[in-house]
C-alpha cells in the first residue's frame, strides 16, 4: 500500500493533463491505486440508467480519478502548488511547505 502526500480535504493544484492549472478540493483519495478524486477537475459523462419504474435516465457529469503524482498541494503563502515536507513537530509529523515552511496539518 502506497502512501499519499495528498490527503482529503485538501487544496490541490493540477500539474498536468487537459485541467492543467485547475484547484480544488480532494474529494476522495484511493492509496491502493495511488490516485484522487478532485472536484472540478477531470470531469467525465456518466450514463445512469433508470433503477425504478417512473425514474428517467440520465446522462451525469462526475469527477474522475487523477494520479496523485499529477496534482500538488496548494500554498495560500507561495499562492501556488508547492512540494512538502515531513517535520517531526514534538512527537507528530506535519507536512510542511519546502518553500517558505507553512503548515498544512
Do not use: W
Amino acid at each position: 500500500m502506497a502512501k499519499l502526500h495528498i490527503k482529503k480535504g485538501d487544496t490541490v493544484v493540477v500539474l498536468s493533463g487537459d485541467d492543467k492549472g485547475v484547484q480544488g478540493e480532494v474529494i476522495a483519495t484511493s492509496p491502493e491505486e495511488g490516485k484522487v478524486l478532485v472536484k472540478g477537475a477531470n470531469i467525465i459523462h456518466k450514463h445512469v440508467k433508470a433503477r425504478k419504474q417512473g425514474e428517467n435516465s440520465a446522462i451525469v457529469d462526475a469527477e474522475g480519478a487523477i494520479y496523485a503524482s499529477k496534482v500538488a498541494l496548494y500554498c495560500p503563502k507561495c499562492k501556488g502548488g508547492v512540494r512538502t515536507k515531513v517535520v517531526m513537530d514534538g512527537d507528530k509529523k506535519v507536512r510542511v511547505c519546502a518553500k517558505c515552511g507553512y503548515k498544512f496539518d
